[in-house]
Every structure is written in C-alpha cells, then in structure tokens.
C-alpha cells in the first residue's frame, strides 16, 4: 500500500500575510503631513457630499483615523494606480490631459478657507465635446455600485462625488466634468457628463466653511442602526460610520490638538496653511504642532457625549450610560 504523506503546513503568516502587514505598518508610519498622513489639514470636498453634518466636523477635526487593514490599503493604492493607467490611455487616443497645474507644478487644488481638495486631472479633445475643458475624476468601484451607478446615474448614485466634482469645477472654472468608473470585477468603464451647477458648488462649499469653525459636533443622526451610521448589506454583513464609536458608545476621541477643547481654527480669512490657535498655552498652531498635541489635552465633551460627573482642571471624569467611569484629561 502506498504510503501518503502531507506536507507540514508552514510556521508563521503566509506571503499574503506579511504583504498586508507590510502596507498596514507604512500606514502606521506614515510621515506627518506627508500624502500617506490620513489627517488633512483642509476639510476635504471628497467628503463635502456626506449627508450627516457631525460627519464632516468630526473629518475635519481628526477625531479618529480609518482603521484600515492591509487588504483595503493595497485596494485604495490600485484604485490610484488606476489613474495613471487611465492618463496614458486617454493620452494615447490623442486627448490631451494635465495631471499637475502648470502654475505650480503640482496636482490641481482648490481651497476656501478651511475647505480645499485635490483634483485627479483635466483634459480636452473629448468626443463627447472636444472644445471643452473637462475636469476628469476618476473612481474604482465593485460590480454591484457599479450596476447601481449604470442606473441611476452619478448625481443619484454618488452624491459625494457628484459634489466633489462639482466643487472643483467652481474652484478650476470649469463647466463640464467627465466621471469616469472602473469596474474592478470586469474592467468595465462607466462614463458620464456632468455639467456645472454653480448653486450646489457654491452651497456645497459655504456648508463645509460654516462646519469647520463650529466649535461643539453637530447632532448625530436619530439612529445608530441605520444609514449613513450603519450601513447593512442584504446577507447581514454591516459597516459602521468610522465615528460610530464616537457618535454612539462616548468613544474617546485620537489625541490632538483639533479635539481639545482649548483649540480652534482661526477665523477663514485668518486660515492660511490650517492655522489653529491654543488658547491654554496662548499660541497658534501649525499642522505639525496640531497633529503633536501636548500632555495638557483634554478631549472636548461633546465629542466624549457621556455625562460630565466631575472637572478638576484639566481632567473630566464621566458616568457612561452603562454605569461605569471614563476619566479623560491630564492629572491634576
Ligand atoms: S456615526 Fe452617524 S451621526 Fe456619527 S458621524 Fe457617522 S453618520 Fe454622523
Ligand atoms: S492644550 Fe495642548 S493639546 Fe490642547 S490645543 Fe493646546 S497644545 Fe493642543
């Protein structure tokens, strides 16, 4: 009888393994301020179309960074190769395309004050309108948003990058935008034409300025189990708003100094590089001090939402719902 034998699985993580953790720990390293920091200094027009206003506030105040695992980190990275794929494509059928603003060299921007984004290109020598001008933005997407894209359109699909694109187009001066969907099961591509509507630009912005100097979040949503706070798929599987711990259990919020209570942003016409002010140590606070934050930071309440049972200083201690203690702040 032939002797069968099996091959000792190895010891320790796989490739694959080791691969993601390799992208989860540059995440982790990621240089301040640098293109890898998940922290903005600016708050974001990719996130101006969100629904929930506290959403917005809490982004802008780096309340808690995404926890993302190596997987989605090299998903997010193939989602930005896919630019410039889709750049050398587009050159190569003659329509002309400019991913850096010749002024500065750099990526196109746009900035109001605290709000402000990046855009992906623009291009002219479309067949859709060939003497136009488009901005061009460009996003992946999985088979079912993309069949959903297909049929209801970015404007009804997308809201955040409809108002992305929009917000853009009023910073570029531009009056048509080209939206252009990668499907990533099947290489599909989605194209639309999207035309500049000057009064969701214009409304889109004022609401993010308005937000950014707001010194305490705004309401939460009425409920934790439903869109946008959980959103939950036909088999069950749910995916919670990143601040849903911070909305719905007093999660304490990432120490810096844009959630302690003694930080605010200057006023917009004062904003120039996200200026902040500390008024306990009285000075201003570049990006790099904002991201530092010192030993003196107390989280601000309201982000906190438990009950306040005591304040000695710089320390607050609060009664969870559940009855237990949260102490947050320095020792007095
Ligand atoms: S959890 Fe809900 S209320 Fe909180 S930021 Fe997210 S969407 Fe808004
Ligand atoms: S007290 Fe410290 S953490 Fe708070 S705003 Fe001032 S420098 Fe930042």
């Not at 009285?282 to 990006?287: F, G, I, M, V, Y």
């Not at 934050?293 to 000695?312: F, R, T």
Request: charge should be neutral; charged fraction near 25%.
């Amino acid at each position: 009888m032939a002797r069968i034998t099996t091959k000792p699985a190895p010891a320790g993580p796989t490739t694959p393994q080791l691969l993601h953790a390799a992208y989860e720990r540059r995440a982790a390293e990621a240089a301040p301020c640098s293109d890898q920091d998940w922290r903005r200094d600016h708050l974001g027009a990719s996130i101006l179309g969100h629904q929930c206003d506290r959403y917005l506030w809490l982004s802008f105040r780096w309340a808690v960074g995404k926890k993302l695992d190596g997987r989605t980190l090299r998903l997010l990275e193939r989602g930005k190769r896919e630019e410039s794929w889709l750049v050398d494509d587009l050159r190569a059928m003659g329509v002309e395309v400019w991913d850096r603003d010749p002024k500065t060299g750099e990526q196109y921007r746009v900035r109001w004050g605290h709000v402000g984004g990046g855009c992906d290109f623009v291009m002219l020598g479309l067949t859709e309108a060939p003497e136009v001008p488009h901005l061009g933005e460009l996003k992946t997407s999985n088979l079912k948003q993309f069949e959903r894209l297909k049929e209801k359109g970015v404007k009804a699909a997308k809201p955040e990058h409809y108002v992305q694109m929009q917000v853009y187009m009023h910073g570029l001066q531009l009056t048509h935008a080209l939206y252009l969907c990668v499907c990533k099961d099947n290489d599909d591509i989605y194209s639309e034409r999207v035309a500049y509507d000057q009064a969701v630009a214009e409304r889109s912005i004022a609401r993010g300025q308005r937000l950014a100097v707001v010194s305490d979040p705004p309401d939460r949503q009425e409920s934790a189990e439903f869109p946008p706070c959980m959103l939950t798929s036909k088999d069950g599987t749910q995916w919670p708003c990143q601040f849903h711990d911070q909305c719905w259990k007093g999660g304490i919020p990432e120490k810096n100094c844009r959630t302690c209570v003694s930080a605010s942003p200057n006023a917009m016409d004062d904003c120039t590089d996200g200026l902040w002010s500390c008024e306990h140590h009285n000075h201003s606070l570049n990006p790099m001090q904002q991201r530092a934050g010192c030993n003196q930071h107390l989280s601000i309440p309201a982000i906190v939402g438990h009950q306040v049972a005591k304040v000695d200083g710089r320390q607050i201690t609060y009664q969870a719902a559940d009855g237990s203690v949260v102490v947050d702040g320095a020792a007095p």
